[in-house]
């Protein structure tokens, strides 16, 4: 097939894994057949110093006539400032508000190779395959109104965490078709004790799971669901919640596999392109340095053939490629490791492998 994909790199470690994703594509499509065609655009910090926009228009522009869109992190100290008015994160929060990406998956395995790189015991870890299924486009992120104002009293900021139903009812619709072809476990995340938006959410859960007679429902405060995530991880199937709630969880989950920055992510709309990309952000510290992990970004890739482009078996063969690296015992720097390789050693790694599964 062809496809059109724009590249987002943003800044910090981002460009390296960026480079490293585009040439996991450009090996599949050498191996498969297929023909991509790629674009590089600016967003994040890297487009603030280029144009004082985080997301410019062209790069939007660009998003929305792309196939698919590979973003790799924004931020960084540089523009760390608290009190300026525009960051890099913007640029993020923008491109899913404005391309409608509702829906933000982070799925969380356990690689058996990797047991050792968690802090939790490695009994607790069998068995884990989880997925988050995040609400992107709601909540405290976007809800109005939002901002600081100043009194004689002094100053008060707000932030408002609003859902409407029909926001609500879209992302555990989603959910639930996930977890249909998962293990049919579904648990919804709210804090439903304390907040009128999740006991909302809590009604809309139970109404749209009730269509979905295969998948079993079940709800957990925020905090007890926090403490079970690193208590009886392997409990979990599908998650579904709140974009805040999502933010947070998704990184403490992180904690299971052994690095963040072996997680990927697909965030999707109703229709249009969808974004992927690592969980994992700038990384300022090792900026640079050619060490990041790209396997964040090249699982991020077989999501984008799996959910983007619907290339379910070049999707397989990604996976299986990097399985087969992590059993050579090759590793990255971020995971503990003697002899660490470069991010383009990594890839290379990863290129190769998939060329001789194949
Ligand atoms: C994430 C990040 C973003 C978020 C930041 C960079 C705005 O933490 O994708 O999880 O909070 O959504
Ligand atoms: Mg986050």
Request: proline content about 20%; glycine content about 0%; hydrophobic content about 20%.
């Given at each position: 097939m062809d496809s059109h994909i724009v590249l987002l790199p943003g800044d910090g470690i981002g460009p390296e894994v960026v480079q490293a994703g585009q040439e996991v594509l450009e090996t599949v499509a050498k191996i498969f057949g297929h023909r991509f065609t790629f674009e590089t655009r600016l967003i994040g910090g890297a487009a603030l110093d280029a144009s004082g926009q985080p997301l410019p228009p062209d790069t939007l522009a660009a998003c929305r006539n792309g196939g698919a869109i590979l973003l790799g992190a924004v931020g960084g100290p540089r523009w760390?400032?608290?009190?300026?008015?525009?960051?890099?994160?913007q640029g993020l929060l923008a491109i899913r508000r404005e391309l409608g990406l509702f829906a933000n998956l982070r799925p969380v395995k356990v690689f058996d190779e990797l047991r050792s790189c968690s802090p939790l015991r490695p009994e607790l870890l069998q068995g884990v395959d989880l997925l988050i299924v995040r609400e992107l486009t709601g909540g405290a992120y976007f809800g109005k109104p939002q901002g600081t104002e100043r009194s004689e009293q002094g100053e008060r900021a707000v932030d408002t965490m609003a859902y409407t139903d029909h926001e609500v009812r879209r992302i555990v619709r989603l959910a639930c078709e996930i977890a249909q072809r998962r293990r049919g476990k579904l648990c919804s995340i709210d804090k439903a004790n304390v907040l009128e938006s999740s006991r909302l959410w809590r009604r809309i859960a139970i109404q749209t799971a009730a269509d979905f007679p295969g998948v079993a429902l079940e709800h957990a405060l925020v905090d007890s669901a926090a403490m079970r995530l690193v208590s009886q991880p392997a409990s979990f199937d599908v998650i579904v919640t709140e974009n805040l709630f999502g933010d947070i969880l998704s990184d403490e989950a992180a904690v299971l596999s052994g690095a963040l920055g072996l997680l990927p992510s697909a965030s999707l709309g109703a229709k249009g392109p969808g974004l992927f990309e690592p969980v994992h952000g700038s990384a300022p510290d090792i900026a640079g340095r050619g060490i990041a992990n790209p396997v964040g970004t090249i699982l991020s890739v077989a999501m984008l053939l799996e959910y983007g482009l619907d290339l379910v078996s070049e999707a397989r063969a990604v996976e299986s490629a990097v399985k087969r690296v992590f059993q050579s015992g090759l590793r990255t720097a971020d995971l503990k490791a003697a002899n660490a390789v470069t991010t383009k050693a990594m890839t290379r790694a990863v290129t190769a492998a998939l060329d001789e599964l194949h």
């Open positions: 760390d400032n608290p009190s300026a008015r525009v960051r890099p994160e």
